[in-house]
């Protein structure tokens, strides 16, 4: 399967919104993977592309806020393989449980979330305490088993996770968000490419957005602040349980 010249430069800009989006709240996805759908990759390609293309703007976005000093980097030595181990469990499992009977439960959790969101305080930036870290190795454990198995809310759990659960700043969540979403990926993408459902000739040009438009996203999250990542999040949670919802009413 080819893919004229055009449609891949389209794919590459919706990658580099995608890369922005996703390095601020998460819900990357909801862009690039309509888009590869549109332009006429079969369901299972065009999510093993997507997951090609993604990591490189996850782990683009955990660079900028490492160098930044935003990452927990104590967490991340742990929060990282977790993130691997829990994304490699949660594949395995897919064929198990189907998607459908996760899909209500994933529309209320996002519902959750939004509210908590709302109704919590903003905090300073802050060091996790040591008795948080249990806290964060679960999180990291069981969101990236779910980033595995199904996906959509991915970063937004993880963020909202980390600033009601671990006390973090909004901001230092994103930041610590990307450590596990950039693990989460790797296994994934590997999964993937194993089963030969990664279009790498349409991936790699789509990762170069995805790069730009994480470290575009990156440094608009930083700049500014709590105030940017509640409202993204807020956004990203609201067009999820849109799409969520038409999809279980339509029983896609």
């Not at 996850?58 to 977790?82: E, K, N």
């Not at 459902?197 to 709590?226: S, T």
Request: charged letters at 10%; hydrophobic letters at 60%; glycine letters at 14%.
């Amino acid at each position: 399967m080819v893919l004229p010249a055009a449609t891949v430069v389209v794919l590459v800009a919706a990658a580099f919104g995608s890369g922005v989006v996703d390095a601020i709240a998460g819900g990357g996805g909801l862009i690039t993977v309509p888009a590869l759908v549109a332009a006429g990759l079969p369901m299972h390609l065009a999510l093993g592309t997507n997951k090609g293309q993604s990591m490189w703007g996850s782990g683009a976005a955990m660079i900028t806020f490492w160098r930044a000093g935003r990452v927990d980097r104590t967490q991340a030595l742990f929060a990282f393989p977790l993130g691997l181990a829990g994304s490699l469990v949660g594949a395995r499992l897919v064929l198990a449980i189907s998607n459908d009977a996760l899909r209500p439960v994933v529309i209320a959790m996002l519902i959750g979330a939004a509210v908590l969101l709302v109704v919590k305080k903003p905090t300073r930036d802050e060091e996790t305490g040591e008795a948080r870290r249990p806290i964060a190795a679960i999180l990291a454990l069981v969101i990236g088993a779910y980033d595995g198995f199904f996906g959509p809310g991915t970063g937004t759990f993880l963020i909202v996770g980390f600033v009601a659960l671990c006390g973090r700043s909004l901001v230092n969540a994103s930041a610590d968000a990307k450590v596990v979403n950039f693990a989460s990926n790797l296994a994934a993408v590997s999964m993937f490419a194993l089963d030969g459902a990664v279009m790498w000739e349409v991936a790699l040009p789509m990762a170069a957005g995805q790069l730009l438009g994480a470290i575009v996203g990156a440094r608009l999250a930083m700049r500014g602040g709590a105030r940017i990542v509640r409202a993204m999040v807020l956004v990203v949670s609201g067009a999820l349980i849109v799409k969520l919802g038409l999809d279980l009413l339509r029983g896609a």
